[in-house]
């Protein structure tokens, strides 16, 4: 027999589910979005499960839809606004910011939201759904009603949406804390899902006495977890009951080997996560190469002027004095005392006619000579006069000499200025080594740190293969995990245990990263010990935030612009002091520059620059 199903009804819209929540209103026609992509959770390094089909004849469809945005239209009516003024610590700029509390559920983007799965059954026959994480939900025969309690019969419309992460979380809107006998609880969460299911555009109920059972895919295997129900008449979740957890090897195994992938991505070289470190060191390998460089270079032109002063003081080496020779022509010349330093500091020289010069005699001197230049010899101490007659000139190689008491006083005056010499000398070249020196040890320092880097980036190698292997392990055990328990109600239902909030209280002053103030709806803080998230109003009650001082901690938000904003772990433990009529502590939420299109767009970001992840 054939069967004939029609696949071109009108999807129900995120406003009537809605509306379904509290089961009061008729559904209307809407608008589907284009698919996505199923998200993957990343919390304590929980990668998201494998895709399954759906089984007994469900005919499966996804459409992104926002079934919070009616609550976006209007204010709800406990939201309250505040405003509070103060200046920075000089007082030099005014500041205005908004205490608000927002709606119960209250999703940070207009259009992007964790997306629902559609699926399609029988109503008089039931049917098992399994979702893209594996999850299954099992609807018995005649278990759903009509608003007038009658049995349904032909097609139905169910919408499936899992949250697993503290992304999923913080793109719902719904809210992570339990009040429970005047207490206040954060939730960490083993998985939590929500439920619908639809018929002719009105919203369908469960037959108490046939609930819907729920195998719900989780990333932990312990059972220190309840299952909570959404009340979001009441604006509370209600405790009903405990699950069961199934196909587990042995309790908390799941959480041991996460645990583990989480510690070494705590510990991971400069505080970064691996994948961080990795990058963190190719692109400072040549960043401090360089600046080595930089300084070698530095040093080497020091030695290079080191040593044109060494060539510059050997230049001015003091002459040693010599005695005229007997038997050798000399005479008495001036000399420019600035071109001829080592002749400069002696007086009553006389120049005596070298030997070599064969043709110089007595006529020499009845010569009257129109002028005389001389100038540095071939070799040091010796130089060479020209005389000039009209066009005739005669060259003569002489020397210094001093004769009696003229050589004694030349010769003491020689002994003091080449001390001198030789000690400026020895204190260039002594400077001179030890920037040899330093230069050599700055070469075994740039060696030194390639080898040291190249040795922490193999061992980081390593130890992320190491990583993955238990990676694999943990997926191959959360792969057959699951959290078992029944529903009576559609909506939300949360596998929960709840933390009671020892909690600090600070007031605090949110910046961006050029420090003007940044006006918010709502801030969420992430534990990172938990697989959870705190959403926190501005200033919420009376100028005081709250938070826990266990674990450590980062924040997200959405500004007026719609943009994604952060603060990393190491940024909140670094947080400042300011004066703002009282102390107030200075949070800083950079803009990350994502323009998130999925949710996946949003965890690829914290999963590659939050070391929690």
Wanted: proline letters at 4%; aromatic letters at 10%.
């Amino acid at each position: 027999m054939k069967r004939k199903l029609n696949l071109k009804k009108p999807e129900i819209s995120s406003e009537e589910i809605a509306k379904g929540r509290d089961f009061q209103s008729v559904l209307k026609e809407i608008q589907t979005a284009p698919p996505q992509a199923p998200t993957k959770s990343f919390f304590k390094s929980w990668i998201g499960m494998s895709t399954v089909a759906a089984i007994v004849a469900v005919v499966v469809t996804i459409a992104v839809v926002d079934p919070f945005s009616w609550q976006k239209d209007s204010k709800d009516q406990d939201e309250v606004e505040n405003t509070i003024k103060g200046t920075d610590t000089n007082g030099s700029e005014e500041f205005t910011y908004q205490e608000r509390k927002g709606p119960f559920i209250d999703p940070p983007f207009e259009k992007l939201d964790v997306p629902y799965e559609n699926y399609k059954i029988k109503g008089d026959r039931g049917g098992e759904i399994v979702t893209k994480t594996g999850s299954k939900i099992k609807i018995p025969k005649g278990s759903l009603k009509d608003e007038n309690g009658n049995a349904v019969k032909g097609e139905v419309e169910v919408k499936v949406r899992e949250f697993h992460d503290p992304v999923d979380f913080f793109l719902s809107g719904i809210p992570m804390k339990y009040d429970s006998a005047g207490h206040q609880y954060d939730f960490e969460s083993a998985g939590m899902i929500e439920v619908y299911a639809f018929q002719g555009g009105k919203v369908l109920k469960i037959d108490p006495t046939k609930p819907v059972s729920i195998s719900l895919r989780t990333n932990s295997d312990e059972t220190k977890f309840n299952v909570y129900e959404l009340d979001t008449v009441g604006k509370n979740w209600k405790y009903q009951g405990k699950d069961k957890v199934k196909g587990k090897e042995e309790d908390g195994k799941i959480d041991v080997l996460a645990e583990e992938i989480y510690t070494w991505k705590d510990t991971s070289a400069k505080g970064f996560f691996f994948g961080d470190s990795l990058m963190w060191y190719k692109n400072q390998s040549p960043v401090i190469t360089a600046q080595l460089q930089k300084k070698s270079d530095i040093i080497l032109q020091e030695i290079l002027v080191i040593q044109k002063d060494i060539v510059k003081l050997e230049e001015r080496k003091p002459l040693q004095p010599k005695k005229v020779t007997k038997g050798l022509y000399r005479f008495n010349l001036e000399v420019n005392k600035g071109e001829f330093p080592e002749i400069a500091v002696y007086k009553d020289v006389q120049w005596e006619v070298g030997p070599e010069n064969k043709d110089f005699n007595d006529e020499m001197y009845k010569i009257q000579f129109d002028n005389a230049v001389i100038k540095d010899g071939a070799t040091r101490g010796t130089y060479t006069v020209t005389f000039f007659k009209g066009n005739v000139k005669k060259q003569v190689t002489v020397y210094p000499v001093f004769e009696g008491a003229d050589y004694d006083r030349a010769l003491k005056l020689f002994e003091e200025k080449n001390k001198e010499y030789l000690s400026k000398v020895e204190q260039k070249k002594e400077l001179e080594k030890k920037k040899q020196e330093d230069y050599k040890q700055l070469i075994e320092n740039v060696k030194k740190e390639q080898e040291k880097m190249k040795k922490e980036s193999d061992a980081m190698l390593k130890q992320m293969k190491d990583e993955n292997n238990k990676q694999q392990e943990l997926w191959a055990l959360r792969a057959n995990v699951t959290r078992e328990f029944t529903i009576r109600n559609f909506g939300v239902w949360n596998c929960d245990n709840p933390h009671l909030m020892n909690a600090s209280s600070m007031n605090a002053a949110f910046y961006d990263q050029d420090g003007q103030p940044v006006r918010m709806v709502n801030v969420c803080l992430v534990n990172r010990k938990l697989n959870g998230l705190t959403f926190c109003w501005l200033h919420s009650n009376n100028g005081v935030f709250r938070y826990s001082q266990k674990g450590k901690h980062f924040m997200w938000t959405v500004n007026d612009a719609g943009q994604l904003l952060a603060c990393n772990e190491q940024e909140w433990e670094m947080r400042e002091s300011i004066k703002m009529n009282g102390t107030f502590d200075k949070i800083v939420l950079k803009n990350t520059g994502v323009d998130p299109k999925t949710a996946d767009d949003i965890k690829k970001y914290f999963f590659e620059t939050s070391p929690s992840f």
